[in-house]
């Protein structure tokens, strides 16, 4: 399997101007695939604020967008679900359309006000450039979603994100980064984040979109200044399907699934779940 | 709960000349304890090269010095089985002599030639200073083992380790580090790793032992110039009983354990283990 290269489109999604949303994301989406990207990375509800309902419609651009380099897209939106319930998704897109959704598992902060959780386990969508498995922010601190994404063969795992920057000492990054560090590495996955960055009603968000390589090392990013950009890596995701680490290591056959303890997995309808807020 | 105060004594073993290491362990912890240390962890084997058979008296060795400070003290040792295995195992010791001792899960490099794996998960062991959970070295790359020991209550998470130097990028700290650190966010434990240093039979060691708090900051180490010395910390245990994360997030009841793939975890008996080498 040939290369790919991936970029993470990192700008600032507008609240308050929703209709300049959707226009945005294409633009983000041809600049990337006019610059040879196969996959394009969107950061986590990109159409936000933007009607609703009309989330297909502004699907449906991202599709003629990558269409053009027949490319995949992948980004953040807030899904209007046939149930009623309004889902805080990641799509991914081709020529063709959605190929797949999935609604965010872990949600964050007030999210719960106006999203409903996903109840169905991240996918692993198969593409043309290898398997890539899907999740969303806060889903990243989750490492039994991550690891079960790479156990379920995902070789790249792509999250559109919205990381408020958070105090730490001085000398220390992001735990964003060493978040999608420590998950490529364990796992021996790529993972991309795409961040959005700016200020939205008093909110400072990071800007710190990475590419992790399957030893942990950021292929790509941060953006130093955190402003508005696109980060581009080549991926030879061959890398990630390959789980030994020396001579006699192997990040996946030396687990030791037997041993774990019940708590980390339960079986549906054996977990009392205590209720969101 | 009272603070403690954790010691990682960070120095080489020498398996060259065994007679030395019981009485370097034992100066290590005399040093901690005289320092004020209430909880004392040495390297991952430190024994090594020690009569094996003897293991036992190395252990009552660190109960002594233990005892003047009523301390507990954490380390590595060869342990010899009933069953006539070797096991690369940790301790924890207090005045009373062995309270716990765990045989390490995931054996690393050439360790299966030498040593049998454990059978047992690692326990979480009930101290006066609160929950201890004990790991060694390799352990930490199996986020299933360390989130398996905050969930069944370890506050603190101690793993003897002797890490090998890998080649990383310039710009990069060693990935023991950011393993630690995210360990420690993603379940909100502290997390203390004690490194040998030095260099053994061709292998150059890290000597990067690091203490992390709930927040995934470093309280502790590294060493700059990776030399034997001695890290302390003063850790607030109750800090990690806290797993919330904000007032709408808690790390623990923001899983979704019912959600997450089978393969996680399988029940003893369900899985086809590969042979090791």
């Not at 149930?83 to 797949?100: E, H, I, M």
């Not at 730490?168 to 790529?190: C, D, E, N, W």
Request: aromatic residues 6%.
């Amino acid at each position: 399997m040939a290369s790919l290269t991936l970029a993470c489109c990192q700008y600032a999604p507008d609240v308050e101007r929703p209709e300049l949303n959707p226009p945005r994301a294409r633009d983000a989406i041809a600049h990337a695939v006019a610059a040879g990207a196969n996959v394009v990375v969107l950061p986590e509800l990109c159409t936000s604020g933007y009607v609703l309902a009309s989330a297909e419609e502004a699907l449906a651009g991202w599709a003629r967008e990558a269409a053009r380099g027949d490319a995949i897209v992948i980004g953040g939106f807030c899904e209007l679900g046939e149930d009623g319930n309004l889902y805080n998704s990641s799509a991914l897109v081709d020529r063709d359309g959605v190929q797949a959704v999935y609604r965010k598992l872990h949600l964050w902060g007030e999210e719960p006000r106006w999203f409903a959780p996903g109840e169905e386990h991240a996918p692993v969508v198969p593409t043309r450039h290898g398997p890539i498995g899907l999740g969303v922010c806060y889903d990243l601190e989750f490492p039994e979603l991550t690891r079960g994404l790479a156990l379920e063969g995902a070789e790249l795992i792509v999250l559109p994100t919205n990381w408020p920057r958070e105090p730490r000492p001085p000398a220390s990054g992001p735990v964003l980064h060493s978040l999608a560090a420590i998950t490529a590495y364990t796992s021996r996955v790529f993972v991309a984040v795409c961040d959005r960055n700016g200020t939205e009603r008093g909110v400072e968000f990071e800007g710190g979109s990475v590419i992790a390589d399957p030893n942990g090392w950021l292929l790509a990013g941060p953006i130093a200044d955190r402003g508005a950009r696109t980060l581009f890596a080549e991926l030879d995701l061959d890398v990630a399907r390959e789980k030994r680490t020396g001579p006699h290591n192997d990040a996946f056959a030396d687990r030791r699934p037997d041993r774990y303890v019940a708590a980390l997995r339960e079986p549906a309808g054996e977990v009392a779940r205590p209720l969101g807020a």
